[in-house]
């Protein structure tokens, strides 16, 4: 299965973005960052602090709370920088993906950026303990864990991924479940060569 950045470009131009229309509720974005490695697309992810407000010690995508009236892509750019250092011009914004509803109450929307390969990381202390890259490939290849729980008196589905000894779960997980599958779906599929 082809896992190129031409892939993940086509499964961005293909799906339909889920929007969450709810004025009531407070807007946030996050960025999944995408690093091009020799191995294939690499993902990557925050642990946060346990000095953070929210999501203490989690594993997650940058990003945060809409500054005014900013446009929400420029709020995940801008969280972006904050917590890893990576300059927004280092971004290039391929598409967005879906809004979800975090356990905060916030209105998330998703963006997806590529970082360019000179970026500078430098990860903000105050904010992230350390920085994870993963290979989209091991999300292609892992099913997550599903657990029920009871949260604000529903139950809902709640993914795991394990991957030495970090986590990653929660809303973080249903992003990255839910990517995989757009890209997944819109991968090319070889046919057997026919003799």
Request: aromatic share 8%; proline share 7%; with cysteine.
């Amino acid at each position: 299965m082809e896992l190129g950045l031409p892939t993940i470009r086509r499964s961005l131009d293909l799906i339909e973005p889920r929007a969450i229309t709810n004025p009531s509720l407070a807007r946030a974005a996050v960025l999944i960052p995408i690093i091009e490695s020799g191995d294939g697309p690499l993902l990557l992810f925050t642990k946060r602090t346990e000095t953070v407000r929210y999501h203490k010690g989690q594993i997650s995508f940058p990003g945060g709370a809409q500054d005014g009236s900013e446009p929400l892509e420029t709020t995940a750019l801008r969280e972006t920088e904050e917590e890893t250092g990576i300059a927004s011009e280092k971004v290039q914004i391929l598409g967005r993906f879906h809004d979800y509803l975090s356990s905060s109450n916030y209105r998330v929307t998703v963006f997806v950026g590529l970082v360019a390969n000179e970026a500078r990381v430098t990860p903000n202390p105050a904010e992230v303990a350390y920085l994870i890259h993963v290979p989209l490939r091991f999300f292609v290849e892992t099913e997550p864990e599903c657990r029920m729980m009871q949260r604000k008196g529903l139950e809902a589905a709640v993914y795991f991924y394990r991957r030495g000894d970090e986590v990653i779960w929660g809303l973080t997980a249903r992003i990255v479940k839910e990517f995989v599958e757009a890209v997944v779906q819109s991968t090319p599929r070889r046919t057997p060569d026919k003799h």
